[in-house]
């Protein structure tokens, strides 16, 4: 990650580690959590690159990312594995633009969208956006198929372990459900 997400574990100035929940967003703020996934062009090298394009996203302040995974494509045969993550921000973006510049950031990436479930160098997800419910034909959060997915799963819980699905209950009793997926976490 780049220097400038390196505060994202360190408490403010004259507050203690424990006072605070870094997760729990000031006023104006909106905590929101987002899904990395690449299995094209050097996945490792994009899912790092796009750490840092989100650390640098407008009106928006990256304070997590998690391990990089590598995870078996779900639901397709014969691409080649994702390298996944999960980040964790703060926002004052609406979700919808929040989502629009995501999808800026997949294009700046060469983001190829031939068909459902092709192969990608870069796809970012809007897991949460606080612990909203939104069913819009361009946005849907949470996420959903966030709960059934391994591969977000398991980053989402390594950053955020009390981490709660609206309308799911806790993201950690899913992770039964998805225990066959296969996933590995890697230590670079
Ligand atoms: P995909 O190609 O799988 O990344 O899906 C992108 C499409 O899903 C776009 O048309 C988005 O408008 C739509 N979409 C709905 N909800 C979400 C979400 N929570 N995060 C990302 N894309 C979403």
Same mark, same amino acid.
């Given at each position: 990650?780049?220097?400038?997400?390196?505060?994202?574990?360190?408490p403010?100035?004259g507050?203690? =580690? +424990?006072?605070?929940? %870094?997760? &729990?967003?000031?006023?104006? #703020?909106? @905590?929101?959590?987002?899904? /990395?996934?690449?299995?094209?062009?050097?996945?490792?090298?994009?899912?790092? =690159? +796009?750490?840092?394009? %989100?650390? &640098?996203?407008?009106?928006? #302040?990256? @304070?997590?990312?998690?391990? /990089?995974y590598r995870?078996?494509?779900?639901?397709i045969?014969g691409?080649?594995?994702?390298?996944?993550?999960v980040a964790?921000?703060?926002?004052g973006?609406?979700?919808?633009?929040?989502?629009?510049?995501?999808?800026?950031?997949?294009?700046?990436?060469?983001?190829?969208?031939?068909?459902?479930?092709s192969?990608?160098?870069?796809?970012?997800?809007l897991?949460?956006?606080?612990?909203?419910?939104?069913?819009?034909?361009?946005?849907r959060v949470?996420?959903?198929?966030?709960?059934?997915?391994?591969?977000?799963?398991?980053?989402?819980?390594?950053?955020?372990?009390?981490?709660?699905?609206p309308?799911?209950?806790?993201?950690?009793?899913?992770?039964?459900?998805?225990?066959?997926?296969?996933?590995?976490?890697?230590?670079?």
């Amino acid at each position: 990650m780049s220097g400038r997400s390196a505060d994202r574990h360190q408490p403010a100035s004259g507050e203690t =580690a +424990a006072a605070i929940d %870094l997760l &729990t967003p000031p006023p104006d #703020r909106h @905590l929101a959590f987002v899904a /990395l996934g690449a299995n094209l062009d050097d996945p490792l090298h994009q899912v790092r =690159a +796009a750490g840092d394009a %989100l650390a &640098t996203l407008a009106d928006s #302040r990256l @304070l997590r990312l998690s391990s /990089l995974y590598r995870t078996a494509p779900v639901g397709i045969r014969g691409q080649p594995d994702f390298i996944n993550a999960v980040a964790a921000l703060h926002t004052g973006l609406p979700p919808l633009s929040l989502l629009e510049t995501l999808f800026a950031v997949e294009r700046r990436f060469g983001r190829r969208r031939e068909f459902h479930h092709s192969p990608r160098t870069l796809d970012l997800d809007l897991l949460l956006y606080d612990q909203q419910i939104i069913d819009s034909p361009r946005l849907r959060v949470p996420h959903p198929r966030m709960h059934l997915r391994a591969f977000v799963l398991v980053p989402l819980l390594e950053i955020a372990p009390g981490c709660l699905i609206p309308g799911r209950g806790s993201a950690a009793a899913w992770l039964p459900a998805v225990g066959r997926q296969h996933i590995q976490r890697l230590t670079l």
